[in-house]
């Protein structure tokens, strides 16, 4: 039976000419894993793109093989659109989305295994204020002496670094919180799988867990992804990242693309770190940089460059 790539008639790769030489280095250094360190202005979805659209045209995946990972919808849509436009055929069926849009697809395929059913809710922020709110007044605790935005906050973090309610009983914020993080978080988790719901953290801590402890569906999402490409890079948090490390812990073809000068996002939880440490992560790394800018001008380029150069956690 054909792929669904047999099925199409390809264009000659006429899409590579426009590109410079990192950039064209970045697009054919298909297998595996790459990081390609891309400022503000230098063509970094251009590579992108061009590096989906190369990997279909050479057949090394069929689209539904390919997980490509963005940090808005607005921009997994815009790089969709770009590679059809380079392939002059339509990819749908590709994996391509924000951490938590695929979260959400996978969840609702496996759902009932982890005691929910496939149209489960996913509550917003103001949800789950009165979730926790619930949940504290039924322990009957002081809202005033223990702050529910405060322990949605904690929650949200213990979810950014993989942990359960059992599992942060050492943690600073359980222990400065006499113990009361642990219980509240238990209840607000107790809470949300009877009414058939998750919240945001729980869109990648549960896909996560899920394939930790069940090594066929590990099996199968690491046969399916053969190719995985990240944007946004710098922007991943802990649980991010051990998510991505456990999908191409198999085939190891990763590409992560993204700039350590621009990691501002350390307050939602965002680890600089899983940039820096790309290398030791995956063997046999290829690290490629583009360094020609297209949109400031020189004047700009010196300052920020001047500016920049004091930061010492960088690539």
Same mark, same amino acid.
């Given at each position: ?15 590579? @000419? ?6 064209? =280095? ?9 990081? /390609?360190?891309? +400022? ?18 050479? #057949?090394?995946?069929?689209?539904? @093989? ?11 849509? =815009?790089?969709?659109?770009? /590679?059809? $436009? ?6 749908? +069926? ?23 059913? !496939?149209?489960?809710?996913? &509550?917003? %922020? =103001? ?7 619930? /949940? ?12 529910? %935005? ?8 213990? #979810?950014?670094? +993989? ?5 942060? !009983? ?7 919180? *006499?113990? #009361?993080? !642990? @219980? ?8 949300? #799988?009877?009414? *058939? ?15 930790? $402890?069940? $090594? =066929?569906?590990? @099996?199968?999402?690491?046969? $399916?992804?053969?190719?995985? &490409? ?26 992560? /693309? ?10 939602? +939880? ?25 949109? !400031? ?19």
């Amino acid at each position: 039976m054909q792929s669904d790539i047999e099925k199409i008639s390809l264009p000659e790769p006429d899409f590579l @000419e426009n590109l410079n030489s990192q950039q064209k =280095e970045a697009v054919t250094n298909i297998d595996g894993p790459l990081l /390609v360190l891309s +400022g503000a202005g230098t063509g970094k979805t251009r590579v992108l793109t061009t590096r989906l659209a190369n990997i279909i045209f050479n #057949k090394k995946a069929k689209i539904s @093989e390919i997980l490509s990972v963005t940090f808005t919808n607005k921009a997994a849509l =815009e790089m969709k659109q770009r /590679v059809e $436009k380079i392939l002059k055929f339509p990819i749908e +069926g590709m994996f391509i989305g924000t951490f938590h849009s695929i979260g959400v697809r996978i969840l609702r395929k496996h759902a009932e295994l982890l005691g929910l059913k !496939s149209d489960f809710t996913i &509550l917003d %922020k =103001e949800d789950q204020l009165r979730l926790i709110k619930q /949940v504290m007044s039924s322990m009957n605790l002081d809202t005033k002496n223990y702050i529910p %935005k405060n322990f949605l906050y904690m929650i949200d973090q213990m #979810k950014n670094l +993989g942990f359960f309610p059992n599992e942060i !009983s050492n943690h600073e914020f359980d222990i400065k919180s *006499n113990g #009361k993080l !642990s @219980e509240i978080y238990s209840f607000y988790q107790e809470r949300l #799988k009877n009414f *058939n719901s998750v919240d945001f953290g729980d869109l990648i801590l549960l896909p996560l867990n899920l394939m930790r $402890k069940n $090594k =066929e569906i590990l @099996e199968f999402y690491s046969n $399916k992804f053969k190719y995985i &490409l990240v944007d946004e890079y710098q922007d991943t948090n802990f649980i991010q990242s051990k998510w991505l490390n456990l999908l191409s812990e198999k085939n190891k073809n990763i590409c992560c /693309v993204g700039d350590d000068d621009q990691s501002i996002y350390s307050w939602r +939880g965002a680890e600089i770190k899983n940039f820096l440490e790309f290398d030791q992560i995956y063997e046999n790394t290829k690290v490629i940089r583009l360094e020609q800018n297209y949109r !400031s001008t020189q004047n700009i380029l010196s300052v920020a460059s001047e500016l920049i150069s004091h930061n010492q956690n960088r690539v």
